[in-house]
Nanobody, 117 residues
Framework: QVQLVESGGTLVPPGGSLTLSCVAS????????VNWYRQAPGRQRAFVAS????????NYDEAVKGRFAISRDNAKNTVYLQMNDLKPEDTAVYYC??????????WGQGTQVTVSS
């Protein structure tokens, strides 16, 4: 079965940049939409960004719009989240999500991003 593995999370100072990656274990995996979510301490898991297969349409949470960019490389079975101008408020565990249909989806285990001096 398909597994999603996130990587790239680390400690970064405010104003810095990071690129997170999410790799699917199955090269035939073809979700119709991929997403990034995040969960900060004491808060509920929140939507960050999405990318649809049809049309390559993107959507972003208002808090990250203009700073984050979601993309995918189908040849590498990888989804990316480019994060720029990071703020302490961006500190969270970031999760990759992929939806097959209305009833089936996959989640990664999460990668920790800490924005601090």
């Amino acid at each position: 079965q398909v597994q999603l593995v996130e990587s790239g999370g680390t400690l970064v100072p405010p104003g810095g940049s990071l690129t997170l990656s999410c790799v699917a274990s199955d090269r035939t995996f073809d979700p119709y939409i991929v997403n990034w979510y995040r969960q900060a301490p004491g808060r509920q898991r929140a939507f960050v960004a999405s990318l649809s297969r049809a049309g390559g349409l993107t959507n972003y949470d208002e808090a990250v719009k203009g700073r984050f960019a979601i993309s995918r490389d189908n040849a590498k079975n990888t989804v990316y989240l480019q994060m720029n101008d990071l703020k302490p408020e961006d500190t969270a565990v970031y999760y990759c999500n992929a939806r097959i249909d209305d009833w089936n989806e996959y989640w990664g285990q999460g990668t920790q991003v800490t924005v601090s001096s």
